[in-house]
C-alpha cells in the first residue's frame, strides 16, 4: 500500500505545480499595466493562446481526474474484498494493478499536461511589452471623465417619444396616487418603485417622460433628478440632489452638513427623485446613508429608480424600507439568545446582512452564542454543496438582469402531490439579445448539430447537441475530441444505427463530463461505455415506447466511479433480473439516482452509495442490504422517501440511522406501506391496522429529523398518539406538513409550536373527534402564526375544532379546504383577507370571522371579503358566511347550491 500512498501524494505535488504554472502565467499579464493596447492589436495570435492554454490546463484536469478515478476504483475492490472476507488474499493483485495502470498510463498523461502547461506559460511574454509613451494616470483620469460624460443624463427627454403609453400610465398612476393609510406628515419610508431591464429598453426615456408629465408636475413639489452610473459615492449623490433642488452651486464639505441642508429644503415638500443608471447592489451602508436625509419630504413623496439589475432595486428597497414579516419571530428569539453581547451582535448583523430566507436564520438561530463571537458560524455558512453554488450563480444572473425568471406559485393541490418540489415553479428566459451575445462569446466551443448544419472546425468545440446522426455527420462530429458535453436526439435511426453512431462518437470523445441521449426505441449502451472515467452525468431518455423491455445498462456502467447523476425513468423498462443491479452500489460518487418506483425498491445496499442527496421508493425489507439500517451512511441525504417502516425489526434499528444528524435533509416521506404495485415488490400488502401500535410509536420516536428539515409526510403511521418530536419548537423550519391514514391517531400534536409552517394537509384521520386549543400551541402569540394553506379531509368523527377565544389564530391563511368531514360542525375564525375557500361534504354550519377585524360600530362600513375562488357543495347545515359582510364576484371559481 506504500506505492499506492505515494502515488496519490504525487497527484497532491502535480496539483500543486500545475496551479502555480496557471497562476504564473496570468500575474505575467495582470502584473502588465501597459500591455492592454498592445495585447489588443493582436488578438487572433492571443486568442490562439488563450485555446492553447486553456487546453493544457484541461489536459491537466483530466490527468488529475484520472488519478482520482483510480483511488476511487481501489476503494471500491478493497470494499468489496472486505465484505467477502478475502482482503488478504486479493490486495497484493489490487495494489500490483493500480501501479501498473499508474505507471503506464496516468503518469505519462500528467507529465505531458505539464510540459504543456510549461509551454503554454512560455509563450504569455510574447503579449507583455513595456510601452513608454504613455501616461497612465492620464490616460485613466481621461476615460474616465469621457464615459462619465457619456453616461450623464438629465430630466428632459431627447426628441418626440413614441409608445411605452400602458407602462408609462402605470407609473403615473402609481406616483399620483394619494397615501390615506398612515399617519403622520413626513414620508419616513418613501416608496420605491424601479424600472429594470438591459441596456438600450429605453428605462432613461420613460423616466425622462414621466418627469415632463403634466398629473406628475402638478402633484409633486418637487421633481429631482440625479445621474448615478457607476460611481456610487453618497457625498457626491447628495451634492448633486440638493444641487438639483436649489438650482445653486453646492460647496458645502462634509456628508453630515449636505444631509442637514438637504433635510431642511425637503421638509415641507412633497418630491419625486429620479435615481437613473443605478449600479450599486453590494453596498447596503451607502444605500442608507443616502436614503437618510430623503425620509424627512412631505407624506407622498416618491422615488423612482432606473436599472439594469434587480439586485440593485432589491437593495434600494431593502434600505428605505428595512421590514421583513417572516423574520421578525426568529430575529426576536436571536435577541434573547445574545444576552446582550455587542459583539455577538455585531457579527451576527455582518452575517446576515444579505441572507434574507428564513432557513439560514434559522440555522443561525441553532448556533451558540460562543460561535457567533468568535466567528466559528460561517463554517454553517460555508458549507455549501455544488447544487447551493450553482443556484448562487443562478440568482446572481437573474439579479444582474442576464436572466428574467418567471415564478408561479403552485396550487394546493400541486404543493400537497409534489412534496420534493419548491412552492414555486420557475422559468428562465433570456432576453434575445443576450442570447445573441452568449451564442457569439462560445461560438467556438458550443455548437448544435442541426438539419442545416455545415462543416466546422470542431477541434476547439467542448459542448455538443445533435438532432441528426447521418453518417457524413457522425463522421464530422467525431472529429470533436475534446468534448465535455455531448446531449444526442436519435429521431428516425433504428436499434443498429443508434449503436452503430453512438459507438463512433463515444471512441473519440474519452473526455466526457456530461451525456444525454434521447431516442424513440429500445437503445442499448455499448460495453465499451465504462471507458467514460470522466463522466459525471447520464441521462437515458426513450419516448415512443408502449412495449416492456429489459434494455438495462451494460456492467461496464458501475465502473464509472465519478458518476455523479444518472437517470434512467422509463416507465416500461422491465424489472432487470437477479444479481443485474447488485453493483449499482459501486456508483460511491453518485449523488442523484432517478429511476421509475417499480425498480428503486429493488436496489440493493443503497447504504453503500455514500454521496446520495436523494433516495426514492426506498422500500425497507426484512434481508441484507434492504434494512433500514443502509440510511444510516448516507449523511448526505436532502431528499428521503421511505416506506414498509413495519418491516423494522425494533426501535433500536430505526435509532442508529441517526436522522437528526443529517443536516441537509430537508424533506421526508414516512410510509408504512409498500410503494407501487405488490406484484413487482413480491411482499404481501401489510396495512397500518395489522401494525403493533406501541411498538410503531416507539419507532417513530426514534426518527426525528434534523431542525434543518422543512418537509415532512407521515403516512399509514398505526401509533395512537403523536410522536414525542412533532411540534416540537425544534422543528424550525418545518413549512409542509401532511398526515395522512393514520387511522388510530387519536389526538393532533401542538401545530402551534412549529413557527414556520405555511402548509398543513390532514386526511383520512378516523379517530380524531376533537381538536382543542392545545393544537395552537402554548407560545405567545398563539395559533399557526405563519400558516398559508390549510386542508382537512376525511376525519368522520370530528366534530369541531375550537381554539382560544380572542385570539388571531390563522393570520395568514390563504386558502381553506374542508372537503368530507360529516360531523365537523365548527372551525376556528379566520380573516376576511382569505382568498380560496372550499367546502365539500361536511357538517360546517357557519363560517366566522376573526374579532380583530369585526368592526366597532354596526353603522360603520363593513368592506368587502377578498375571496377570488368560493365552492361550496354537499353542505346542508352551513347557514351562515361571514355575516354582514359582501361577497365579490369570485374569479375562476363560483358558489355551488347548498344540497341536502
Partial sequence: MAAVAASFAGKAVATSTISYIINKAFDHLKDSKKAGEQIRDQSEALDAWLWQLRDAVEEAEDALDELEYYKLEEEVKLRANKVGGSLHKYKGKIVQQFNHTFNTGSLKRLRSAVKSLG???????????????????????????????????????????????????????????????????????????????????????????????????????????????????????????????????????????????????????????????????????????????????????????????????????????????????????MVCKLSGSPLAAKVLGGLLNSKKDSSTWNRILESSIYNIEQGLIHRVMDDKTPEDVGMEYLDTLTKKSFFDVKSRLLSSRDIKCRLFDEYYEERYAIHDLLHELGRSASIKECVRVERNFSEMNLKTVRHMYIEITNPTVVEQISQATKLRTLVMHFQEQDQEAQELALNKVLAMSKTLRVLSLTTNSICKLPNEFGGLVHLRY??????????????????????????????????????????????????????????????????????????????????????DGYTIGELKNLKSICHLDVSGLDKVRNPEEAAEVMLDQKENLFAITFSWSPPGPRYVLKVSHISSDSCDPSKAEKLLDKLQPHPNTCKLKIQGYPGSRSPCWLGSPKLINLTYLCICDCKRLQRLPPFGQLLSLQYLYISNLESVDLVDSSFFGSEEPNGLQSLKILEIEDTPICTEWVGPEGENLFPQLDTLVVRDSKELRQLPNVLISIQHVEIHNAGLQAITLSPFLRTSSSSSPKPSLSLSKLIISFCPDLSTLWQGYSIPACSGGNVHPTLC
Fill in 119 to 333: 509551454d503554454a506559460v512560455a509563450g504569455v511574454e510574447r503579449f507583455v511589452y513595456v510601452i513608454n509613451q504613455f501616461d497612465n494616470n492620464k490616460l485613466k483620469h481621461k476615460r474616465e471623465m469621457d464615459f462619465r460624460n457619456w453616461r450623464e443624463t438629465s430630466s428632459l427627454p431627447q426628441s418626440l417619444v413614441l409608445g411605452r403609453e400602458e407602462e408609462r400610465k402605470d407609473i403615473v398612476d402609481w406616483l399620483t396616487k394619494a397615501e390615506n393609510n398612515a399617519p403622520g406628515d413626513i414620508v419616513n419610508n418613501a416608496p420605491i418603485f424601479s424600472i429594470v431591464g438591459i441596456g438600450g429598453l429605453g428605462k432613461t426615456t420613460l423616466a425622462q417622460v414621466i418627469c415632463n408629465d403634466d398629473e406628475v408636475k402638478g402633484y409633486f413639489d418637487l421633481i429631482i433628478w440625479a445621474c448615478v452610473s457607476h460611481d456610487f459615492d453618497v457625498e457626491t449623490l447628495t451634492r448633486k440632489i440638493l444641487q438639483d433642488v436649489t438650482r445653486q452651486q453646492i460647496n458645502i464639505v462634509g456628508l453630515s452638513s449636505l444631509h442637514k441642508e438637504l433635510k431642511e429644503e425637503l421638509s415641507s415638500k412633497t418630491f419625486l427623485l429620479v435615481l437613473d443608471d443605478v449600479w450599486n447592489d453590494d453596498r447596503e451602508n451607502d444605500w442608507e446613508k443616502l436614503v437618510r436625509p430623503l425620509r424627512y419630504g412631505k407624506r407622498g413623496s416618491k422615488i423612482l429608480l432606473t436599472t439594469r439589475m434587480q439586485s440593485v432595486a432589491d437593495l434600494a428597497a431593502r434600505a428605505m424600507q428595512g421590514k421583513y414579516q417572516n423574520l421578525q419571530q426568529i430575529s426576536k428569539k
Fill in 538 to 623: 447520464l441521462s437515458l431518455i426513450q419516448v415512443g415506447q408502449n412495449m416492456t423491455h429489459a434494455s438495462w445498462f451494460p456492467q461496464s456502467l458501475y465502473k464509472l466511479y465519478h458518476l455523479q447523476i444518472m437517470k434512467y425513468d422509463d416507465p416500461h423498462l422491465a424489472v432487470p433480473v437477479k444479481g443485474k443491479m447488485d453493483s449499482l452500489c459501486n456508483l460511491v460518487s453518485l449523488c442523484h439516482l432517478q429511476l421509475s418506483y417499480l425498480i428503486m425498491p429493488m436496489v440493493p445496499n443503497i447504504g453503500k452509495m455514500t454521496s446520495l442527496h436523494e433516495l426514492y421508493g426506498f422500500f425497507i425489507q426484512q434481508r
